[in-house]
């Protein structure tokens, strides 16, 4: 069993910048990789940044230069800093993480936080 805890969402103007963090607690796992999407209504949900076991990280080129994923493994939290905010990042971010429990995927997501930014 596994829980994911997203904290940091809120209502910023346009130029701000939040901090999201997922913290995961429960049973270990094996992850393959952890990361950020995001879901504005009526459109799917997309992925925003990921970072695999491996160290591998990336972005959508939407958010590129903007937006810095990262983690603490110590603290089993991952991060995502959100800089230079635009009205269309607007969204539901959730966290996600990835990995193996006696050889099948596995996956798991936060309750999603909303970002809301202001023009």
């Known amino acids: 069993q596994v829980q994911l805890v997203e904290s940091g969402g809120g209502l910023v103007q346009a130029g701000g910048s939040l901090r999201l963090s997922c913290v995961v607690s429960g049973s270990t796992f094996s992850i393959s990789a952890m990361g950020w999407y995001r879901q504005a209504p009526g459109k799917q949900r997309d992925l925003v940044a990921a970072?695999?076991?491996?160290?591998?990280?990336n972005y959508a080129e939407s958010v590129k230069g903007r937006f810095t994923i990262s983690r603490d493994n110590a603290k089993n939290t991952m991060y995502l800093q959100m800089n230079s905010l635009k009205p269309e990042d607007t969204a539901v971010y959730y966290c996600?993480?990835?990995?193996?429990?006696?050889?099948?995927?596995?996956?798991?997501w936060g309750q999603g936080t909303q970002v809301t930014v202001s023009s």
């Open positions: 996600n993480v990835r990995g193996f429990s006696a050889a099948r995927l596995i996956e798991y």
């Open positions: 970072i695999r076991s491996g160290g591998t990280i």
